[in-house]
């Protein structure tokens, strides 16, 4: 949804639903790692086929600290779909922005043009210091 020409009311429409129903979503990424063990003798060290994993883990940023959790592999396709639906609402979330602040910036301009004389800016008189 992002850099959509949904209209405002569009936008709006669709935030006042999800913020009224919450739904399950989730900030942050999720990646899946296959991993090398030490033990001697196993395939995983020649082979990247024989890795170990996939190891899924969530990964998201809180107050500057970054913080992972592992999630189990049935899991992983349920944590994707929240991730999937939090981008969406973030860019629903920016676009009623985008809208808001063009609402804003066109009552300014109707502010300005009502004003008599346009509101120009003039300076200052500079005058001479005595010596």
């Known amino acids: 949804m992002k ?10 429409a669709r935030l006042t639903t999800q913020l009224t129903d919450p739904i399950p979503m989730r900030r942050g990424s999720l990646t899946a ?3 090398k063990c030490s033990r001697p ?3 995983c ?3 990247a086929e024989a890795r170990h994993g996939p190891y899924f883990s969530l990964t998201r940023s809180v107050a500057g600290t970054t913080q992972t ?4 592999e049935d ?3 349920t944590v ?3 991730i999937e639906t939090g981008r969406q609402f973030r860019d629903a979330t920016e ?7 063009r609402l804003a910036d066109a009552e300014i301009a109707d502010v300005a043009e009502a004003a008599p004389g346009g509101r120009e800016k003039r300076g200052s008189v500079q005058r001479s210091r005595r010596k």
């Open 3 to 12: 850099h959509s020409t949904a209209s405002a009311a569009a936008i709006c």
């Open 33 to 35: 790692r296959t991993v």
């Open 41 to 43: 003798g196993c395939p």
């Open 45 to 47: 060290k020649d082979r």
């Open 69 to 72: 959790r592992l999630i189990a």
């Open 75 to 77: 899991q992983a396709d």
């Open 80 to 82: 994707r779909r929240q």
């Open 95 to 101: 676009l009623y922005w985008v809208a808001c602040e």
